[in-house]
């Protein structure tokens, strides 16, 4: 069956913009986890959905950074006037119990 | 403040030898221990998992040892194979929790054939 899919792959942004990105989870898992990894760092958690409760959101940097999951499966992470610092790859997870399904992640370079 | 470690960022070792990938942790609330194989531009892929109330999972050519009191957990590799050449990282969850993973930095493993 599929895996986790992203999009885009790659974005290339100027500081001060904002930007979407996407991810769409393996059909059924109800837990959808969202994840950056930057230069030479460990995946660093930034936001959790599982069903319809609030997401957990303990993990996200600043208030430039959003996300939402529409109707229990597509979510999408926005991050608002860019800085050269969230430079990284964004990478997004599925769960359906312990074990997390990543996809090939978006590398966003912000400029 | 990483509260999962993985203090080697490279490994190198011959084809059909042991490859050994060490971990430690400082939250003793994780309970739960995952391995991941990360290839360039791919996202990570689960290889293998323990749960803290065993010391020792095996699969196949993957073996993780558990070591609670150290809070330290290792993945052997025998034998190791030159597809095996990737990144790995060990991560951490505390289940009771959001269960989000805490991850190391990882480290690279090249198999020299």
């Known amino acids: 069956g599929a895996g986790v899919s992203q999009s885009p792959s790659n974005k290339v942004t100027e500081k001060g913009k904002d930007v979407e990105l996407r991810c769409d989870p393996i059909?059924?898992?109800?837990?959808l986890y969202w994840y950056r990894q930057s230069l030479g760092q460990g995946l660093e958690f930034l936001i959790y959905?599982?069903?319809?409760?609030?997401?957990?959101k303990s993990g996200l940097p600043s208030d430039r950074f959003s996300a939402e999951r529409t109707g229990g499966s597509v979510s999408t992470l926005t991050i608002q006037r860019t800085q050269q610092e969230d430079s990284a790859v964004y990478l997004c997870?599925?769960?359906?119990?312990?074990?997390?399904?990543f996809g090939p992640g978006t590398r966003l370079t912000v400029t | 403040d990483q509260q999962v470690k993985q203090n080697s960022p490279s490994l190198s070792v011959q084809e059909g030898r042991i490859s050994i990938l060490n971990c430690d942790y400082t939250n003793s609330m994780f309970d739960y221990f995952l391995w991941y194989k990360k290839y360039p531009a791919e996202g990570p892929t689960f290889l293998i998992s323990i749960s803290s109330i065993k010391d020792k999972n095996e699969d196949g050519r993957f073996t993780v040892f558990l070591n609670k009191s150290a809070k330290h957990l290792s993945l052997h590799i025998v034998p190791s194979q030159p597809g095996d050449s990737a990144v790995y990282f060990c991560a951490a969850s505390a289940r009771t929790g959001a269960n989000n993973l805490f991850f190391g930095t990882g480290t690279r493993l090249t198999v020299i054939p």
């Open positions: 059909s059924g898992h109800t837990a």
């Open positions: 997870a599925s769960s359906d119990f312990y074990e997390q399904y």
């Open positions: 959905f599982q069903g319809n409760s609030a997401p957990d």
